[in-house]
């Protein structure tokens, strides 16, 4: 009895096991080692499914940040991933355990958007022979059309295993994860927006051979410590708090938009006097925006009691003037609790800030001091996968907002009231 007992339980845990092996090949959940393919380039990514139903959710990955979709179903084979925050939306349709379809994208040349393929998910064996050791930061000497002479390049490695990002003065290109392969790391980036592919090839000078690809940056660039950067003369980076200034430092830093609500607001009303204020210049169709917004929310929530104001001033394009979609996707996917006022179209942004010099940025962060005063602009922003620079930044903002929150308030004479 007890023998048949056994073998009855050692049945059901066989058969429970091939069900779940069964339920799990009728549904899209899992991991999945996706594929973008933009013009010639396959950019490979990661895509996680999960739950079902009402459930259901896509995670893409940028590092070890992750964005999730805004909404997603599956019904009768065919699965659709919304990222409506960035206006990204991938269709697959779920056949013999693949993924086929399109991801449309804000951007895109063609109606279909771009071809996507995935498969599941299958540890490689990454363990490699003789690779060399690329972590750190590298200078890549570059004129931009935005006055950088040099951009960055920020390696984080272990063993074959690499992430690598370049830093502009707008900010990083997304975390790009992958490995040696073939004397060289082949490392991507797919997180809803900005695909891109790069190749990393060691020269024998020590330098590195840079070949972009996927992105609207294409081309070849050439990387080298920084050690050897300044011994060859090649200029460095652009310092982010310097390269957009105020043109009048006495000058009190003036708004007066919209909010999405249709009210006008500006810096005189009493929600900023008296406040230290950072003024954002922004985009939701900007990737290093979306960055940044995460971490405001955790600045707003932190120091909002004490006297912090948080306001956007967004510009977006004229079919998001008409219906902001995505602003309101954005606002609702990343918790926004600052003020959002809609400054127009992207090309009216010097028009609609004319006090800052050399703003050419997205996003553009404005330190306003309680007198109204501009403090400093950082340009740009500098993500978890800028490594040490985000750290850096962190350490700006905060120490900025703390001084600054701890100068007395303005003080206005009964006359002048």
């Not at 000497?141 to 951009?151: C, D, I, N, Y």
């Not at 204020?277 to 707003?300: F, K, R, S």
Request: with cysteine.
């Amino acid at each position: 009895m007890k023998n048949s007992f056994a073998l009855r339980l050692g049945f059901g845990a066989i058969a429970m096991t091939v069900a779940a092996a069964s339920a799990s090949a009728q549904t899209p959940e899992g991991r999945w080692d996706a594929t973008l393919k933009v013009g010639s380039t396959v950019i490979p990514f990661r895509l996680d499914v999960s739950g079902s139903g009402p459930g259901l959710k896509g995670t893409l990955y940028n590092g070890e940040d992750k964005e999730f979709t805004t909404d997603a179903s599956f019904k009768n084979g065919k699965l659709v991933l919304n990222l409506e925050h960035y206006l990204t939306k991938i269709v697959a349709d779920f056949k013999d355990g693949q993924l086929d379809g399109k991801i449309q994208m804000r951007g895109d040349k063609g109606p279909e958007g771009s071809e996507f393929h995935a498969s599941r998910h299958v540890d490689g064996d990454n363990a490699g022979a003789n690779v060399p050791n690329i972590a750190g930061s590298w200078v890549i000497p570059h004129e931009s059309p935005k006055g950088e002479k040099a951009w960055r390049l920020i390696v984080k490695q272990n063993g074959a295993e690499a992430t690598a990002t370049v830093l502009r003065v707008d900010g990083d290109t997304g975390a790009l994860t992958g490995s040696w392969k073939n004397g060289k790391f082949v490392v991507s980036h797919f997180d809803g927006s900005r695909p891109g592919l790069l190749e990393i090839i060691p020269n024998a000078d020590g330098s590195l051979r840079l070949l972009q690809r996927g992105s609207n940056r294409d081309g070849e660039l050439l990387a080298y410590r920084a050690e050897v950067a300044s011994a060859k003369g090649i200029p460095a980076p652009a310092d982010y708090t310097t390269h957009t200034t105020a043109r009048d430092a006495k000058e009190i830093f003036a708004y007066k938009l919209p909010d999405l609500a249709g009210k006008v607001r500006s810096n005189d009303d009493s929600q900023f006097k008296d406040k230290v204020v950072l003024a954002i210049v922004t985009g939701t169709w900007c990737p290093n925006c979306h960055d940044e917004a995460q971490y405001l929310v955790e600045l707003y929530n932190k120091y909002h009691d004490k006297g912090l104001e948080i306001v956007a001033l967004d510009f977006e394009e004229p079919e998001q003037l008409e219906d902001p979609t995505r602003v309101r996707a954005f606002i609702k996917q990343y918790k926004v609790p600052y003020t959002y006022l809609i400054g127009g179209a992207p090309a009216e942004m010097w028009e609609k800030v004319p006090q800052l010099v050399n703003l050419n940025t997205w996003p553009a962060t404005v330190f306003v001091r309680k007198d109204g005063r501009v403090d400093h602009i950082h340009s740009g922003f500098a993500a978890p996968a800028s490594g040490e620079f985000n750290a850096q930044l962190k350490q700006e903002f905060t120490s900025t907002i703390e001084r600054l929150l701890a100068e007395k308030a303005p003080v206005v004479s009964a006359s002048v009231r």
